[in-house]
């Protein structure tokens, strides 16, 4: 029996052919292929008012968003507890501290009314994060930062090809980030993008993720160099390479099959689950979300249990994730009671789900769940 990965890429004869055809160009750096990738996201998601910067890792659009946020040392940053290293590494190195806001029960994204109640003198940005299968309160959170004069970091790298309010996620927050790191929705086997709002923002972090250069992208796309620049602001070793860029336009052109297929393995999974005492599965239909992961509730007495049973019938689960209050480098930052969080980091179990999944694996890993919960 084959083991059932908690994630699986996928990886075609297109991944292999791109990877090929760019190699093969020579040109291994940023070049042409980053700005065909640039172009094709701000096309996929339908905005003409935002502008594309693809860099090396979700991380890196992270921390260089929230520089073009303006946050800096002795500024606090409101993100979730219950959200990825990430985050907060990228706020800790812009020198800001990680405030930690409790989580709604129902879409474990960001709590907006006891976010509010965290915001004081030194708050510069609120980090909106969407988990999983479900999207932040956007609305909420803006209203939010209006009110005190706060930029809103929107990490999407759980929620590339899916809608809020019928609008595409990317083409409507003030800074947003997305994650295609080897396990999400697409992948550049590594990567990231940042869609920001101006021209005057675009080019600075087009200058700071090459090291500060001021060598023009324009440049750069047309697989040149240019030989003489400038150097006006720090920067960092965050540009994205040809290889990579050439990799996500391929994965970009199947979005359709990537999101039918990842929904439909998701609706399967809470119709066989739905009924099972003591489990808790998403409360949605997962209508306009192309769903990065898929995740159950259960007693968290039971967890550990579960997932031995699982590992023994071959199926792989995760926990997404330790909150950052749990972490030796953060236990000292500011929080708020982070009831929610504290309940739900107990009771999460990541179930695998992959683009193009059989539904017949989908099968095989509910009923290992239900028999679990029959002989309990």
Not at 33 to 52: H, L, Q, T
Not at 143 to 152: F, W
Not at 181 to 190: G, Q
Request: charge should be negative; aromatic fraction near 10%.
């Amino acid at each position: 029996m084959q083991t059932i990965p908690v994630y699986n890429p996928l990886i075609e004869q297109d991944e292999i052919n791109a990877s090929i055809a760019a190699l093969e160009l020579g040109w291994l750096g940023m070049g042409s292929y980053v700005n065909k990738f640039e172009s094709a996201i701000k096309e996929f998601i339908g905005s003409s008012d935002r502008y594309v910067a693809a860099v090396s890792t979700g991380h890196a659009a992270l921390h260089l968003g929230l520089l073009v946020a303006g946050v800096e040392p002795g500024d606090e940053v409101i993100t979730p507890a219950f959200n990825n290293i990430a985050d907060f590494q990228a706020i800790i190195a812009t020198g800001a501290e990680p405030v930690f806001c409790d989580i709604d029960n129902d879409t474990l994204c960001i709590d907006i009314k006891k976010a509010e109640k965290m915001i004081t003198k030194k708050t510069k940005a609120i980090i909106a994060m969407d988990y999983f299968c479900f999207l932040c309160d956007h609305s909420g959170v803006a209203e939010l930062a209006n009110k005190y004069s706060l930029r809103v970091i929107h990490d999407a790298a759980h929620s590339f090809g899916s809608k809020y309010q019928g609008k595409m996620i990317g083409s409507f927050s003030d800074i947003c980030m997305f994650s295609f790191d080897p396990v999400k929705n697409i992948t550049c086997i590594d990567g990231g993008a940042l869609v920001l709002r101006s021209e005057p923002e675009l080019q600075m972090v087009q200058e700071m993720r090459l090291i500060g250069m001021g060598q023009p992208a324009s440049v750069m796309y047309q697989n040149k160099r240019a030989w003489t620049y400038d150097v006006r602001r720090i920067g960092f070793r965050y540009h994205m390479a040809n290889l990579h860029a050439a990799i996500g336009l391929a994965q970009l052109s199947k979005m359709k099959k990537i999101s039918e297929t990842r929904r439909a393995a998701a609706r399967f999974y809470n119709e066989k689950l739905s009924q099972v005492p003591d489990l808790n599965v998403p409360p949605t239909d997962f209508t306009d979300i192309t769903p990065f992961m898929y995740f159950v509730r259960v007693p968290a007495d039971k967890r550990d249990a579960l997932r031995a049973h699982l590992a023994n019938q071959k199926i792989d689960t995760g926990i997404h994730w330790q909150p950052g209050h749990w972490f030796t480098l953060f236990k000292d930052c500011r929080r708020d009671d982070l009831l929610v969080t504290e309940q739900i980091s107990n009771e999460i179990i990541s179930l695998p789900l992959h683009s193009c999944m059989s539904l017949e694996s989908v099968d095989r890993i509910a009923k290992s769940i239900i028999s679990f919960f029959g002989n309990s």
